[in-house]
Each structure stands twice: as structure tokens, then as C-alpha cells.
């Protein structure tokens, strides 16, 4: 690759993910800031995968709702470092605790559906994927932007709708058909899986907590499998607390069954996107952002 890894100055730390953190990092010459993801592959071939899979996808991607890829760089060590756009204000879940989990309001929450719509649509649309959409996996920016990340589980499907049967992703945000994909008839929509892992996304972001868990519950893995596939699925804000529209909209996320969830396209219809004053939700999130960066 053209760049070296001594090419860059590390500013800070930005996160942590399974395998590696991410750094900020500042060019030295141009002093362009980028986002660094150094994973320590070399013992590990299962991440080394895990790598190649998410820069394969990001390779192909051009979109303004998907994170910038600018390269990747593969030092003697054997590690592997991939160079991101940087995202100034973080994934969502970190401003969520950062504002000690008090819930996001709606027109904020319409603006990040919105734009996590428009990334999904691009993906689907280039028969990619995502697999682990969460809140840790949304990144956002002071400009107001919000783009999908991680692509270390996603798959680009090719030619036949692949039902991605294999068990990736974060658990506790998988579709029940993934779970359990024999009594869904094995044979489902590997999108619609997205859209319950944004609809799940949007409502802890609306509660404060994880769905399926109450307020501050660690989760037991066998215990959250089963609410899942057994349990009703997570009821939505009830009546009177949050509006007609956001009810709508995270019911029709959260189908059980992934034939009746809506599509990305329709929910991009759904008049708690659609019919509402775009100017204002995006400043209402933007407004959030600088209000939780400041505090
Ligand atoms: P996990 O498996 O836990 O989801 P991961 O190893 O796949 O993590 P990422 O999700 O890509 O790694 O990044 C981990 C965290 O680092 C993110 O949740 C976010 O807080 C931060 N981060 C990642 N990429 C960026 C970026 N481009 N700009 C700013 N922060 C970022
Ligand atoms: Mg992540």
C-alpha cells in the first residue's frame, strides 16, 4: 500500500472492538486526521478474516451514509491497520452513555433513522449485508452526519439470495429467523435482518436501554436467545409517550416474522422519516451532538 504506518502520529484512542482499537491518528505531512483500526492478526486467522472481509466491503462502497475507506496499510508485524474517515462524534452508543443514557427525542431519532436507512439502501442495493448493526456500529459526526461502520461480519451476496445461515454478528441484535432459521423455512431475506437490528438500534436509543433487557440488566446469552425467538418481540413506546408515527415505525421494524417487517425501501416511505420537516430533525440532532460533546 502506498501509506506506512510511521506516516501517521496517534492522537488518541477512539474505541475499542473485539481484536483492536481504534485511533485517532493525524498525518504527518498533510496533517489530514483519519480513524485507524489496528488489529493484531498475526495470531489470529479467524480475525485475519474478519479483516479482509470488511476492507473487501469497504473497497466497494461510495456512499455518504457508509464510513470512508482510504486504505490499508500492513506493517512488518503482521498486523493490519485500516485507515477510516474519522468520525468526530462517535458511535451512538457512546453518546448515548455519554449523556448517562438519557433517551435521544424523536426528531433526533427520525434524523438517525433516516440516514441509517439511506446507508442500508446503499448496501442492499450493492447486495452487501451488514449483519451487526448497533449502536456502537453507527458512527456519527458534529456536521450532523450518521454512517453505518464495521463491516468486519457483513457479506456481499452474489447472484443467489445466500441465507447467510452462519452464526455472525452480535447476538443480542440478531433477527429471530437468524436464530432459528428452520422454522422461518430456511429460506428467508438476509436484508430483512438488518432492518430488525435497526429498528432494535432506534428503540434502545428512544429507552435508554438495551430492548430486550430492563434498564441496567447484564445479559444472560441463553435467556436473551429465547426472548428472541419465543418471546413477543419488543413492544414499542406505549401510546400517549411517543408519537403515532415512531410506534409505527419501530412495529414495523421489529415483525417477528422477516415477511412482514418492512423493507428498507418502504420504511424510507414511513411517515415518521418521510413526513416530517427534514431541516428540523437534523438540527434537533445536531443540537444533541454539540450538547453531549460539550458536557
Ligand atoms: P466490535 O466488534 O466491538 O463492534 P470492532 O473491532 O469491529 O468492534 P469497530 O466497531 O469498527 O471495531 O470500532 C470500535 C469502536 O471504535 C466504535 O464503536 C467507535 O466507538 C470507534 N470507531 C471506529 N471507527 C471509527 C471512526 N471511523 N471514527 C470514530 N470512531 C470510530
Ligand atoms: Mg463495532
Known amino acids: 500500500s502506498e501509506h ?6 496517534k492522537l488518541q484512542v477512539l474505541g475499542h472492538g473485539n481484536g483492536g482499537t481504534v485511533y485517532k491518528v ?98 442492499h442495493s450493492h447486495q452487501i449485508v451488514h449483519r451487526d448493526l448497533k449502536p456502537s456500529n453507527l458512527l456519527v459526526n458534529r456536521s450532523g452526519e450518521v454512517k453505518i461502520a464495521d463491516f468486519g461480519v457483513g457479506k456481499i451476496l452474489r447472484r443467489s439470495l445466500d441465507p447467510c445461515l452462519s452464526y455472525v454478528g ?22 430483512a435482518a438488518d432492518v430488525w437490528s435497526l429498528g432494535l438500534a432506534v428503540l434502545e436509543l428512544y429507552l435508554g436501554h438495551f430492548p430486550l433487557l430492563p434498564a441496567g440488566q447484564r445479559p444472560d446469552w441463553a435467556a436473551l436467545m429465547c426472548a428472541i425467538c419465543f418471546g413477543e418481540p419488543p413492544a414499542p413506546p406505549p401510546e400517549g409517550e411517543a408519537s403515532e408515527d415512531f410506534r409505527g415505525f419501530i412495529g414495523c421494524c421489529l415483525q417477528k416474522e422477516s415477511g412482514k417487517r418492512w423493507s428498507v425501501a418502504e420504511l424510507l416511505g414511513h ?3 418521510a413526513g416530517r420537516d427534514r431541516s428540523e430533525s437534523a438540527r434537533a440532532l445536531r443540537d444533541l451532538i454539540a450538547e453531549t460533546a460539550e458536557s
Open 26 to 123: 493525524r498525518h504527518r505531512r498533510t496533517a489530514a486526521v483519519y480513524a485507524l483500526k489496528l488489529l493484531h492478526t498475526d495470531t489470529d486467522a479467524s480475525l485475519r478474516r474478519q479483516v479482509s472481509r470488511e476492507v473487501e466491503i469497504l473497497r466497494h462502497t461510495d456512499s455518504p451514509f457508509v464510513v470512508r475507506f482510504h486504505g490499508v496499510i500492513l506493517p512488518p508485524s503482521g498486523d493490519v491497520a485500516v485507515l477510516l474517515e474519522q468520525m468526530d462524534a462517535g458511535s451512538l452508543d457512546s453518546l448515548l452513555r455519554r449523556r448517562g443514557n438519557r433517551p435521544f427525542p424523536e426528531p433526533a431519532l427520525a434524523e438517525i433513522a433516516r440516514q441509517a436507512l439511506h446507508g442500508l439502501a446503499y448496501l
Open 4 to 9: 506506512r504506518l510511521s506516516d501517521f502520529e
Open 170 to 191: 452480535t447476538c443480542a441484535y440478531m433477527s429471530p429467523e437468524r436464530f432459528d432459521p428452520e422454522s422461518y423455512g430456511g429460506d428467508y431475506d438476509p436484508y
Open 271 to 273: 411517515p415518521f422519516v
